[in-house]
C-alpha cells in the first residue's frame, strides 16, 4: 500500500514515537483499571440541570475520556409516551413484516466478530422528531460541540451552537438475545484515516511533529474529511455519537460498552505501520467498513473495554467519534433495551451538505441516505411531516427561515 510505504519513511522517529505513545495509553489504562477496582465508574456523569455549572477541571476529564453520560434529560413520562408511541407507529403500520419480506441490508458490520444489534430501520415517527427537535436536547448538543475547539486559522471549523439532524434509527433489544451484539470497533471511517488527506491533516502530529501536540478535540480539518461511500457510512461530521435511554438498562443488559480512552485512535494508527503488520494490511482495516479492533494487534486497548453505568430512561450516553465502542454480545436482564441515536451534527458547510439531501427523504418518508434503502416509511401512517415540525425544528432540519 502506497500510503502505508509513504507514512512509514516520513515518520522517521516511527518506533520511539509508538513507544511514547504506548507509554501514553498505558498510564490512562493503569488509572481506569485502579478506578474499576475500586468500585468507580470511569465514563464521566453529570446532571442535565448542572450543564450550565460545569467546571473547566471536569471539562478536562470529560475530554481525556472522550465520552459521557447526561443524565435526566428527559423525564420519565415523557419517555414511556415516545415508547408508546413507538411501539404503535410499527405495530399500525406492520414494519416486522415488511422488513421481513422486502428489507435491504448493509454489510457496514460484516467485518466484525459479533452479529449487527436489532436495530429498527425508522427514521421519522413523531417520537424520533420529537426527541430530535427537542430544547433539551439541543442545550446538550451546544455543550458537547464546545467541548471542541472549532475555531483555527480560517474561522470557525463549525458552529457548536447549530446543529444539524442526523436522522438515525432506534434499538429495541430483546430479554435473552444473545447473537445480537457488536464487537469493539471505530465509526467514521476505516482506511480513511490514514489516506484521506483531510484525516492526514487531523492527525498531522501523529504522523510528524510534536506527539505531545496531538488533540483528538482539535476540529482542524475533521469537517472536511471524506469518507469511502457505503450504505452505512456517515457522511456527516458528528461531533459525538449517541444515544438516549428508552429503557432502563445496564451492564448485562446488551448495552453499550466503550473504552474511554479519547487518544486511543493515535495509537491505532502508528499501531499499523509496525513491522509484525503485513505491508499490504492496515490491522486488518477494510475500505467502507467499521474500523475493527481486534485482539491480535490490539490487546491493549483491550484491557480498559468495558460496559457503560446503569441508564434511566431520559438518560444520554455521547462518545468521541474516535472512540472504540460497541455493544454487549449477550442481553441477559429481564427487560428491553431500547435507545433513539440521536448525535449532534454541527452546522458546518459538510453537514448541511448532507442535510440537503435528508430533507426530501423526510418529506417523502424515504429512509435517510446513509442507510440501506429500504424506504418503509413512504407509505407509513402517523409519521412526522414538516408541517410538524415547531420552529426550532425547521431550524435543526435544515429549512430555511
Given at each position: 500500500?502506497?500510503?502505508?510505504?509513504?507514512?512509514?519513511?516520513?515518520?522517521?522517529?516511527?518506533?520511539?514515537r509508538?513507544?511514547?505513545?504506548?507509554?501514553?495509553?498505558?498510564?490512562?489504562?493503569?488509572?481506569?483499571?485502579?478506578?474499576?477496582?475500586?468500585?468507580?465508574?470511569?465514563?464521566?456523569?453529570?446532571?442535565?440541570?448542572?450543564?450550565?455549572?460545569?467546571?473547566?477541571?471536569q471539562?478536562?476529564?470529560?475530554?481525556?475520556?472522550?465520552?459521557?453520560?447526561?443524565?435526566?434529560?428527559?423525564?420519565?413520562?415523557?419517555?414511556?409516551?415516545?415508547?408508546?408511541?413507538?411501539?404503535?407507529?410499527?405495530?399500525?403500520?406492520?414494519?416486522?413484516?415488511?422488513?421481513?419480506?422486502?428489507?435491504?441490508?448493509?454489510?457496514?458490520?460484516?467485518?466484525?466478530?459479533?452479529?449487527?444489534?436489532?436495530i429498527?430501520?425508522?427514521?421519522w415517527?413523531?417520537?424520533?422528531?420529537?426527541?430530535?427537535?427537542?430544547?433539551?436536547?439541543?442545550?446538550?448538543?451546544?455543550?458537547?460541540n464546545?467541548?471542541?475547539?472549532?475555531?483555527?486559522?480560517?474561522?470557525?471549523?463549525?458552529?457548536?451552537?447549530?446543529?444539524?439532524?442526523?436522522?438515525?434509527?432506534?434499538?429495541?433489544?430483546?430479554?435473552?438475545?444473545?447473537?445480537?451484539?457488536?464487537?469493539?470497533?471505530?465509526?467514521?471511517?476505516?482506511?480513511?484515516?490514514?489516506?484521506?488527506?483531510?484525516?492526514?491533516?487531523?492527525?498531522?502530529?501523529?504522523?510528524?511533529?510534536?506527539l505531545?501536540?496531538?488533540?483528538?478535540?482539535?476540529?482542524?480539518?475533521?469537517?472536511?474529511?471524506?469518507?469511502i461511500?457505503?450504505?452505512?457510512?456517515?457522511?456527516?461530521?458528528?461531533?459525538?455519537?449517541?444515544?438516549?435511554?428508552?429503557?432502563?438498562?445496564?451492564?448485562?443488559?446488551?448495552?453499550?460498552?466503550?473504552?474511554?480512552?479519547?487518544?486511543?485512535?493515535?495509537?491505532m494508527?502508528?499501531?499499523?505501520?509496525?513491522?509484525?503488520?503485513?505491508?499490504?494490511?492496515?490491522?486488518?482495516?477494510?475500505?467502507?467498513?467499521?474500523?475493527?479492533?481486534?485482539?491480535?494487534?490490539?490487546?491493549?486497548?483491550?484491557?480498559?473495554?468495558?460496559?457503560?453505568?446503569h441508564?434511566?430512561?431520559g438518560?444520554?450516553?455521547?462518545w468521541?467519534?474516535?472512540v472504540?465502542?460497541?455493544?454487549?454480545?449477550?442481553?441477559?436482564?429481564?427487560?428491553?433495551?431500547?435507545?433513539?441515536?440521536?448525535?449532534?451534527?454541527?452546522?458546518?458547510?459538510?453537514?448541511?451538505?448532507?442535510?440537503?439531501?435528508?430533507?426530501?427523504?423526510?418529506?417523502?418518508?424515504?429512509?435517510?441516505?446513509?442507510?440501506?434503502?429500504?424506504?418503509?416509511?413512504?407509505?407509513?401512517?402517523?409519521?412526522?411531516?414538516?408541517?410538524?415540525?415547531?420552529?426550532?425544528?425547521?431550524?435543526?432540519?435544515?429549512?430555511?427561515?
Amino acid at each position: 500500500m502506497a500510503t502505508k510505504r509513504e507514512l512509514k519513511s516520513r515518520i522517521t522517529d516511527l518506533p520511539q514515537r509508538f513507544a511514547a505513545m504506548t507509554a501514553r495509553i498505558e498510564a490512562q489504562l493503569e488509572q481506569i483499571e485502579r478506578e474499576r477496582a475500586a468500585g468507580q465508574e470511569p465514563v464521566p456523569q453529570i446532571e442535565f440541570a448542572d450543564l450550565d455549572r460545569i467546571t473547566e477541571a471536569q471539562k478536562a476529564h470529560i475530554r481525556q475520556r472522550g465520552c459521557l453520560v447526561v443524565r435526566n434529560v428527559f423525564d420519565d413520562a415523557r419517555v414511556q409516551r415516545w415508547n408508546e408511541s413507538l411501539s404503535e407507529y410499527l405495530a399500525r403500520n406492520d414494519y416486522l413484516a415488511k422488513l421481513a419480506k422486502d428489507g435491504a441490508v448493509d454489510n457496514y458490520f460484516s467485518t466484525l466478530a459479533s452479529a449487527k444489534p436489532q436495530i429498527y430501520g425508522v427514521f421519522w415517527s413523531q417520537a424520533q422528531m420529537e426527541a430530535r427537535t427537542d430544547p433539551a436536547m439541543a442545550q446538550v448538543h451546544r455543550f458537547m460541540n464546545r467541548l471542541w475547539q472549532f475555531e483555527s486559522e480560517r474561522g470557525r471549523e463549525f458552529d457548536p451552537d447549530q446543529s444539524l439532524v442526523y436522522a438515525d434509527r432506534v434499538r429495541f433489544r430483546q430479554p435473552g438475545d444473545a447473537s445480537l451484539g457488536l464487537s469493539a470497533h471505530v465509526d467514521s471511517g476505516s482506511i480513511e484515516r490514514w489516506v484521506d488527506p483531510a484525516y492526514q491533516q487531523v492527525y498531522r502530529h501523529v504522523f510528524g511533529g510534536d506527539l505531545a501536540q496531538y488533540d483528538p478535540f482539535d476540529a482542524w480539518q475533521r469537517t472536511q474529511v471524506r469518507e469511502i461511500p457505503s450504505p452505512a457510512v456517515c457522511r456527516m461530521f458528528r461531533s459525538f455519537q449517541a444515544w438516549t435511554a428508552l429503557t432502563p438498562q445496564g451492564p448485562g443488559d446488551g448495552t453499550l460498552q466503550l473504552l474511554p480512552v479519547a487518544d486511543a485512535m493515535a495509537w491505532m494508527l502508528l499501531r499499523a505501520l509496525q513491522d509484525d503488520v503485513p505491508e499490504d494490511e492496515l490491522c486488518f482495516a477494510a475500505a467502507g467498513r467499521a474500523m475493527t479492533i481486534v485482539p491480535q494487534y490490539h490487546e491493549l486497548l483491550l484491557r480498559g473495554y468495558g460496559s457503560i453505568p446503569h441508564m434511566q430512561a431520559g438518560d444520554t450516553v455521547w462518545w468521541h467519534p474516535d472512540v472504540l465502542h460497541g455493544v454487549e454480545d449477550v442481553h441477559r436482564g429481564t427487560g428491553y433495551s431500547s435507545v433513539m441515536y440521536i448525535a449532534p451534527a454541527p452546522d458546518c458547510a459538510k453537514n448541511r451538505e448532507y442535510a440537503a439531501m435528508q430533507r426530501p427523504a423526510f418529506e417523502s418518508g424515504r429512509s435517510a441516505p446513509d442507510f440501506a434503502p429500504d424506504d418503509f416509511e413512504t407509505t407509513f401512517e402517523g409519521r412526522c411531516t414538516p408541517a410538524d415540525l415547531s420552529d426550532l425544528g425547521r431550524k435543526v432540519m435544515g429549512y430555511a427561515g
